[in-house]
């Protein structure tokens, strides 16, 4: 009797998500023209797509990252590809007053903001936690404080134009996952702000939406250069995953799973059968790969 009760409750939740997310909007490009939006974490990876794809729809684009010559190189591209406006200003996110910094130049180039895409990652080991506190303090203030300040800086642009917040956050901040411990602290840390604050908003009649973006693995130099085959699985395209990510934005989506089958699809057996997910994930990792490392 227990199998077959979670079992309905399983089918209400399916037909409940077919009933919401049926006959929604479609998304078009036009959606993104002439729109001033933020991308953190653009000088490569998913961030470099983004801007990418922003600029082929028209939209006005600030990016940053710490590197100035990739910056560099992204915006010459964008500029080719149609952007509105292009423009760049490098930094770290360790930084709080330089996070406050870059929505000011947005305020100042584009007078207002109307998407905020949170994406930039500090760099953390990919292997069993060493104990090291400092380095899970230090990365908590990259990947989790910096968004928080940058939110809070640019919710009276957004407040004002109907805006959009996007956080790219990963299939880590919302099942723990081994190799992962520092990053995946300050993904878990994303969930329970915005998503909180997404309630707020919601009571408060604040017409700020707010996209948390859960991604699998992803084919960027990054991701590939650390997992080194320790994962099994194949890496999701960094394109597409940008594409997926502005929609998601775009529409006011609650949430955006990518890859889907790697990400919504074993979020169903986290509360419903944890050990059984705990054992494929752990046997979709390469552990003798992570002890050659070391």
Avoid at 35 to 57: D, F, P, W
Wanted: proline residues 3%; neutral net charge; charged residues 20%.
């Amino acid at each position: 009797m227990a199998l077959l009760n979670k079992a309905l409750i399983a089918l209400l939740g399916i037909l409940l998500a077919v009933y919401f997310y049926s006959g929604k909007e479609e998304f078009k490009p036009e959606m993104l023209k002439g729109k001033r939006v933020i991308i953190t974490g653009a000088s490569s990876g998913i961030g470099e797509q983004m801007a990418y794809h922003l600029a082929r729809m028209g939209s006005h684009v600030l990016i940053t990252a710490r590197t100035e010559e990739k910056l560099k190189k992204v915006i010459e591209k964008c500029s080719k590809l149609g952007a509105a406006s292009a423009y760049y200003i490098p930094g770290s996110m360790d930084n709080m007053t330089f996070a406050k910094s870059v929505v000011h130049e947005a305020e100042r180039l584009f007078g207002g903001l109307d998407m905020l895409i949170l994406n930039h990652v500090g760099f953390t080991y990919f292997n069993f936690f060493d104990g090291d506190v400092d380095h899970v303090r230090n990365l908590l203030e990259i990947n989790f404080l910096s968004y928080v300040t940058m939110t809070v800086e640019a919710l009276p642009m957004l407040k004002a134009s109907g805006g959009n917040i996007v956080v790219v956050s990963s299939f880590a901040g919302k099942v723990g996952l081994p190799l992962t411990v520092p990053y995946s602290t300050t993904k878990f840390a994303l969930d329970g702000f915005f998503s909180s604050l997404r309630m707020e908003f919601y009571q408060q009649k604040v017409n700020v939406s707010i996209t948390l973006s859960v991604i699998s693995y992803i084919d960027t130099d990054t991701a590939l250069n650390i997992v080194s085959n320790v994962i099994q699985q194949p890496a999701g395209p960094k394109e597409d995953c940008a594409l997926e990510i502005i929609k998601g934005g775009a529409l006011r989506q609650r949430e955006v799973y990518f890859q889907y089958h790697a990400t919504k699809i074993p979020m169903l057996l986290r509360d419903w059968a944890p050990h059984f997910l705990e054992y494929l994930v752990l046997k979709n990792y390469n552990f003798e790969a992570v002890e050659k490392k070391q």
